[in-house]
């Protein structure tokens, strides 16, 4: 059961990338509704309770493609980088009790978690990677989330070529997963701009799309509904999955 649902999510998933064939079939509301049914029973019989697979050192890939958007290249962004990101601030609002201004010296100071994860890509590519930083749990004990509260936001930097913002989604369930991070270093390293700098999701347990860069803001709220077209994710949007488990 576990093998096909899978199966049927990430399906899904790739055809929406993939040329005309894709094209056609998540054009098709019939096709769409049997994927769906399929995500949520992914989400309900899978769901967060597993662990992503962890690698040794000797296995981080010697090549971390780059599949995204370019680079913000801003006025805001541009400054931020040639200042290694000093004067950067990660807000954390929305229905939270203590809403935060986090710099990155702040971010480093808090409890740091590292994982050797492979990032899969809803392209067909995958690669091993050791990531540190804040786990999502530790920041969501910081801010303190409100009753009524479901979800949390990311806002990144990054926009498409039509200056729409990419923006991404988790529940607080899958937010609190202990491998769910805002990561500061790659392999070590401070994350390099075109990879995310200076803060970026990893969310291991689900397909690449869903860990944002460049995220900028953090937001706890109700619903999604009320942003952009109300599907949680700049892809979600397009008609991909909103939960992407692997």
Not at 115 to 120: A, N, P, S, V, Y
Request: proline residues 5%; hydrophobic residues 40%.
């Amino acid at each position: 059961m576990k093998r096909k649902l899978f199966i049927a999510t990430s399906l899904s998933a790739a055809l929406a990338g993939c040329g005309a064939v894709g094209t056609k079939l998540t054009g098709n509301q019939g096709f769409q509704s049997v994927l769906h049914t399929a995500e949520d029973l992914n989400l309900k019989l899978i769901g967060t309770h597993g662990l992503a697979h962890e690698y040794s050192l000797g296995e981080i890939s010697g090549d971390f493609p780059i599949n995204s958007f370019d680079t913000p290249s801003d006025a805001l962004y541009k400054h931020l980088a040639r200042a290694a990101f000093r004067p950067f601030r990660l807000i954390v609002d929305g229905m939270v009790d203590r809403p935060q201004r986090l710099s990155l010296a702040q971010l480093a100071a808090m409890p740091q978690a590292a994982q050797i994860t492979r990032h899969d890509c809803v392209e067909g590519w995958s690669a091993i990677a050791q990531w540190s930083g804040v786990t999502l749990s530790d920041m969501l004990a910081l801010t303190g989330p409100r009753a009524g509260a479901h979800y949390v936001v990311f806002h990144t930097f990054d926009r498409d070529a039509n200056g729409l913002p990419y923006y991404e989604s988790l529940s607080l369930a899958q937010a609190m997963h202990p491998q769910a991070l805002l990561a500061l270093r790659q392999n070590g390293a401070p994350i390099p701009a075109d990879r995310g700098a200076p803060v970026r999701l990893k969310v291991p347990t689900q397909l690449g799309y869903k860990s944002a860069k460049w995220v900028r803001h953090i937001e706890v709220v109700a619903s999604l509904d009320h942003l952009f077209a109300g599907k949680g994710g700049y892809w979600e949007d397009q008609g991909y999955e909103w939960y992407a488990g692997i």
